[in-house]
């Protein structure tokens, strides 16, 4: 079956630093999702992505799609505090509609 | 306008025992999904529903179960419930098949 893969699983990060955390799919995805869940909380939508190569901004947030149409990135620029929690990404395909999610990449900020 | 309400919030029970958690979505979404988080892990596929049908299903035994109303409301149940079956069990809510998901504050089942 269709795996969402997430990497890395941890990152630390010092306040005012850029990361990027990648999703890998095993199949073609029709498109791809993003989310975030605070601890203790519950996953909040942040983008969706359809479009082979599609990047979109949010602020300091910016989300890629691949040509192949399996793989993506969030890339966070200017890291604050308020960034802190999982990332999740989460893929359709065009032949069913279950929302497989990775494992999700979980950020800490170093004041 | 409301969000997507689950009930009860928490719930523990006895292994062997079975459960039944409430889903409202959104006014005007048509689609109510369900998924379990265990801790650490990312929300896992259970069920889908659209217009009161079953559109997809996960890797789950027979001891789930879902169904959805009429009013688009929807609830899971979970029969026989096992050790590894404690987690937050989510529900959200799409306009359509494959559009974002909106998600209600989960039940948290503790199995004893």
């Known amino acids: 079956g269709q795996q969402v893969m997430q990497i890395p699983q941890y990152q630390h990060v010092q306040e005012g630093e850029d990361f990027t955390t990648y999703c890998n799919s095993s199949?073609?995805?029709?498109?791809i999702q993003w989310y975030k869940q605070r601890p203790g909380g519950h996953p909040v939508f942040l983008i969706q992505?359809?479009?082979?190569?599609e990047v979109k901004k949010q602020k300091r947030l910016t989300f890629q799609f691949g040509e192949a149409k399996k793989n993506s990135s969030l890339h966070i620029t200017a890291t604050q505090t308020t960034d802190v929690g999982t990332y999740f990404c989460?893929?359709?395909?065009?032949?069913?509609?279950?929302?497989?999610f990775g494992a999700g990449t979980t950020v800490t900020v170093r004041a | 306008d409301a969000g997507v309400t689950q009930s009860p919030t928490h719930l523990i029970k006895t292994r062997g025992q079975h459960v039944t958690l409430r889903c409202s979505p959104i006014?005007?979404?048509?689609?109510v999904s369900w998924y379990q988080q265990v801790l650490g892990q990312g929300p896992q596929f259970i069920f889908q529903?659209?217009?009161?049908?079953?559109?997809g299903r996960g890797n789950f035994p027979d001891r789930f179960s879902a169904r959805q109303f009429p009013n688009y409301s929807s609830e899971l149940n979970v029969n026989a419930l096992l050790l590894g079956d404690s987690a937050l069990y989510l529900c959200?809510?799409?306009?359509?098949?494959?559009?974002?998901?909106?998600f209600g504050q989960g039940t948290r089942l503790t199995v004893v």
């Open positions: 199949t073609t995805l029709s498109n």
């Open positions: 992505l359809v479009k082979s190569g």
């Open positions: 959200a809510s799409t306009l359509d098949l494959n559009t974002e998901a909106f």
């Open positions: 989460a893929g359709l395909t065009s032949n069913d509609y279950k929302l497989s």
């Open positions: 006014s005007g979404h048509k689609s």
């Open positions: 529903y659209y217009e009161k049908e079953e559109r």
